[in-house]
């Protein structure tokens, strides 16, 4: 099973842009890189995903590092609305009829945003 | 319609009891997933249904009984529980291995 490694928690101040890493030294070439995201008191909702390249969406943008062995969500203004759970989940194309093709939590980073 | 709804929102039963979660979705999607989630864990995968079909058990006590009956809908039978099984149970839809949308959950309390 590949893993992924994030921090427990971080702080931004509003209208700031945040950071958040993802560390997945394991991850093998057929992975993708999933985020999702859970606001207090709702179900988790899908943010962005890529392979290699990096991408942009309404939402946010995923830096990917040349290795792919770690990447970054980028919130270019972080606004209340976007306290919650970040979950980085790696998703195995190869394995979609498994387990490991369908989205594994792990414990996310809990981000707070400062008004 | 983007929307995943799951009754009830609430639901609280003895360890005797026989009730159901329902989950129903209007996008056309052909899988459907049910997650299970602890006071401030990440969720866990229960079951994924594929084109009606049964396609993932990850290993879940069979006092929980999954059902899909159409494409559009999924119900989680819950039978005999014990207190630990207490908690929130999501509900998700996706086109095969696409974007999971996800329910708002059912708060399950099990006395």
Redesign the interface.
Known sequence: DAKTTQPNSMESNEEEPVHLPCNHSTISGTDYIHW?R?LP??????VI?GLTSNVNNRMASLAIAEDRKSSTLILHRATLRDAA?Y?CILRD?ER????Q????????TKLSVKP | DTEVTQTPKHLVMGMTNKKSLKCEQHMGHRAMYWYKQKAKKPPELMFVYSYEKLSINESVPSRFSPECPNSSLLNLHLHALQPEDSALYLCASSHPFGEQFFGPGTRLTVL
Not at chain 1, 96 to 99: R, V
């Open positions: 999702y859970q008191s709702q179900g988790p909702e899908y995903h759970v979950y194309v979609l009829g498994g387990s093709g369908n989205l594994i939590f792990g414990k996310g």
